[in-house]
């Protein structure tokens, strides 16, 4: 849980990106051992943090018989070193966190780069999970974090929070990279749970991080649009720990606090008068969703609308599979499904549940049981998460929509 600030904290002493992942994950091995025999800590990340330093420390030795730098290093990070109980303090390295954010997203990497670094750093995410988001191979996405580093060490890019004038070549992989961890966070890719809110709840406290950063209109529409989101958080599980899709969802438990945060946000997108961006469009969509009293009264239309302007700023698949979802919604299903049929002959979304989950959905609502149950049994073949499992083969047993 506390990863990214412990390689930020470590990246920071030692100036070494790549070094202080390394020295993170050595802690974590010798907590492994360690806590076995005497226990976990009271402060555990404190513990953690204080020996991946002394680990740099060790490694700064070593060189610095052959380099008179690294032996400076070493004595710089022995005096400031504080002692294996001090107090941990997270809003206190917030900014190494940030600041790992923005290393990771320099200019010398391609975006695809950054941003698989960034997931695998900062949001914690495995390689398997990252390659899902990307729908690329796991070798390709371990190939683009293991040139990523090697190009940063090799730059000895600088351990700060970019100037003003600076963030802007990186800003777009910020946001995106937020958007992606709580993304995972909101619909785990892989595992047994529906959610992982403590990824979803790092990406919203970084969302406002960044708003304090950097006030500009898209910023506030990615807060926007994770604050909305994560309203729905409350209802989306039952007592029993099982998945609760947005029609059976009790709208009371819906977080409004989170819902008027997510408002003002968008409000100030909507002011600065430049028209809103990718992230300000769909946190739209967001607020059409918290503000219906139920799913027949939301304003499918208007979500039609902005799913359009959605696919003309930034085309994707998923774009028109969430459009086409809207479609049935707002003109019935049988235009969807032509929709979708499209979209599968292109080879749309190949490999993933979402397409012949929704083409499910949609043959059961015209009637058509026995091809939804197939289409249920192909998604189910494809989808790794336990949770959402669960809902296809509740839909195949009953034949007939949740």
């Not at 992230?279 to 139920?294: D, K, N, R, T």
């Not at 235009?335 to 979209?343: C, H, I």
């Not at 609502?365 to 499992?389: F, I, K, M, P």
Request: aromatic share 6%.
């Amino acid at each position: 849980m506390e990863s990214a600030r412990i390689v930020g904290a470590l990246a920071r002493y030692t100036g070494d990106f790549e070094l202080a992942e390394d020295l993170a994950q050595e802690a974590v091995a010798a907590a492994l051992v360690s806590w076995a025999v005497d226990g976990v800590p009271a402060e555990p990340t404190g513990w953690l943090l204080t020996t991946g330093r002394r680990r740099a420390i060790d490694s700064f030795r070593r060189r610095g018989v052959r380099d008179e730098r690294y032996a400076l290093l070493a004595r710089d990070l022995d005096e400031a070193a504080p002692g294996p109980d001090a107090l941990f303090d997270p809003d206190a390295i917030d900014d190494d966190v940030l600041a790992l954010m923005f290393v990771s997203c320099h200019p010398l990497l391609s975006n695809d780069a950054r941003i698989a670094l960034t997931l695998r750093v900062v949001g914690g995410l495995t390689t398997s999970e990252i390659a899902k988001a990307f729908l690329v191979p796991v070798p390709t996405i371990q190939a683009r974090i293991t040139r990523a580093k090697k190009t940063l060490s090799a730059a000895r890019v600088p351990f700060v929070i970019p100037e003003p004038g600076d963030r802007a070549a990186r800003l777009g992989s910020v946001l995106q990279v937020v958007y992606l961890i709580f993304t995972e966070g909101s619909s785990a890719s892989s595992g047994d749970e529906w959610m992982r809110t403590d990824l979803a709840g790092e990406a919203r406290r970084l969302a406002r991080s960044l708003v304090a950063l950097q006030p500009e209109p898209e910023v506030f529409g990615l807060l926007a649009l994770l604050e909305l989101t994560s309203a729905r958080f409350p209802s989306r599980l039952d007592a029993d720990g099982n998945a609760v899709l947005l029609e059976d969802q009790d709208r009371g438990l819906w977080d409004r606090a989170a819902i008027r945060r997510g408002r003002a946000a968008l409000g100030h997108a909507v002011a600065a008068g430049r028209g809103l961006g990718y992230y300000g469009l769909q946190a739209s969509i967001a607020e059409c969703h918290a503000v219906a009293p139920s799913v027949a009264e939301t304003d499918w239309s208007r979500i039609v609308v902005l799913y359009d302007a959605l696919g003309r700023l930034r085309p994707s698949p998923i774009i028109e599979l969430n459009r086409a979802v809207a479609v049935a919604m707002a003109s019935g299903p049988l235009e969807a499904l032509s929709l979708v049929d499209d979209l599968a002959a292109r080879g749309g979304i190949a490999g993933s549940h979402l397409v012949p989950t929704v083409r499910g959905e949609l043959l059961a609502r015209l009637g058509r049981t026995n091809d939804a149950r197939v289409e249920w049994q192909r998604a189910l073949a494809l989808c790794s998460n336990g949770a959402e499992r669960t809902v296809l083969e509740r839909k195949i047993s009953s034949g007939t929509i949740s």
